[in-house]
């Protein structure tokens, strides 16, 4: 899934500058005909151009200032929050775009098997929006990512942004403006959009998976799951509607049990352990989640415990605090297992010999580690 779509502005999470510029034009009667969306991938730029595109296409408005000059599309206050008018949901162009397609939207991405956007593609689009709206007040094009015209594409689009049909609006979406001509930025509002706050991110994740997630345990996932997606809606709703986190919770409980304070290496649990994770269809995410550990440990050594954010568990007890050495033991542990990773995909070494030699290696160095005697192995 790359986009999360909403399609009202009220539920959108966040985003209070970009939703505050489009009401604020919207308002005056002056959105640009062309507007260009950037910022990181999955924050939810598709999402607000998504309910933009609706309120544009909604007949609502037009029919309550028929006659007037220019449209007034007015704004709701949400909190802190200033809102476009939402699309009324009810209309005929409102319905229309229930059933899937709408005569006066049309949406331009990257075909299958192309690497980029091309001249033909932005063609039909000039040619669409010249034309005069069927059923909405507006023609819509949108262009996700618009960093994925080739030059030509760019230049036919350019043409376009510079004389742009009176009733027509152009939302191009991308990750990187850099890459756009510097002509195509100059002709359209350029509004940025932020990696969502993890607070935010958070309160996404509990509203959208409201029957899911009751206990405490289902909200330190989602905790998590806010805290490891860059800011992203996508990323978080992935990590939390996945197994993902409820893996990566085993596999935590495992290794503490298995790093435990005992003082001998159980070779029963590691040959089980690395048995479970050996599993084809399990193994590649073994890998990620065991490289993330071995980050986890590597930070918990270095780490000051008041970083630790609220909600989540504390660091697993090992290693001690502030401790260099210990760190540079973690990392050598750490590119071990990456090398042996690598043998592995490379020589088709047997899954779970690889994980048993990791993981006994992790329980041989613990004593270095944790300081302490040696360990014996049972
Ligand atoms: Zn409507």
Redesign the pocket.
């Known amino acids: 899934m790359r986009h999360f779509h909403t399609t009202r502005f009220r539920d959108i999470v966040g985003h209070a500058a970009p939703l505050d510029a489009i009401a604020t034009a919207l308002k005056g009667g002056r959105l640009a005909h062309g507007l260009l969306f950037h910022g990181p991938e999955g924050v939810g730029k598709a999402t607000v151009s998504d309910a933009l595109m609706r309120r544009m296409l ?3 408005t037009e029919e309550e200032h028929a006659g007037g000059a220019g449209f007034d599309f007015g704004e709701e206050i949400d909190g802190d929050r200033a809102l476009p008018q939402e ?5 005929a ?2 319905t229309r775009l229930e059933t899937g397609s709408h005569p006066d939207l049309l949406t331009l991405t990257m075909e299958e098997g192309r690497t980029r956007i091309l001249v033909e593609q932005v063609k039909e689009l000039s040619h669409f929006i010249a034309l005069t709206p069927l059923l909405a007040p507006y023609k819509v094009a949108v262009v996700d990512d618009a960093a994925e015209m080739n030059l030509q594409a760019a230049n036919a689009l350019l043409k376009t942004l510079e004389e742009p049909p009176p009733q027509s609006l152009i939302i191009l979406i991308t990750r990187s403006p850099g890459s756009l001509l510097p002509t195509i930025r100059s002709r359209c509002h350029a509004i940025r959009f932020q990696p969502l706050e993890e607070k935010a991110l958070y309160s996404l994740l509990c509203d959208r998976m409201a029957e899911s997630s009751e206990g405490e345990a289902s909200r330190q996932s989602l905790k998590l799951a806010a805290q490891l997606a860059d800011g992203r809606v996508s990323k978080a709703v992935e990590l939390a509607e996945s197994d993902w986190l409820k893996n990566r919770q085993e596999l935590w409980q495992e290794m503490a049990r298995l790093c435990g304070p005992q003082n001998r290496l159980a070779l029963g649990d590691v040959n089980r352990l690395a048995k479970s994770w050996a599993a084809p269809e399990r193994f590649n995410q073994g890998v990620e989640l065991l490289e993330l550990w071995f980050r986890e440990q590597i930070h918990a050594t270095l780490a000051d415990r008041s970083e630790q954010h609220e909600g989540l568990p504390p660091p697993p007890p090992i290693g001690g605090m502030g401790n260099h050495a210990a760190a540079r033991q973690w990392l050598e542990l750490a590119e071990r297992f990456q090398k042996m990773v690598r043998e592995q995909r490379t020589f088709n070494v047997n899954r779970q010999l690889m994980l048993e030699t990791i993981l006994i290696e992790v329980v041989r160095s613990l004593p270095r580690l944790q300081g302490g005697g040696g360990r014996s192995i049972v």
Do not use: D, I
Not at 87 to 91: L, N, S
């Open positions: 909604c007949q609502q699309a009324c949901g009810a209309c162009s409102c």
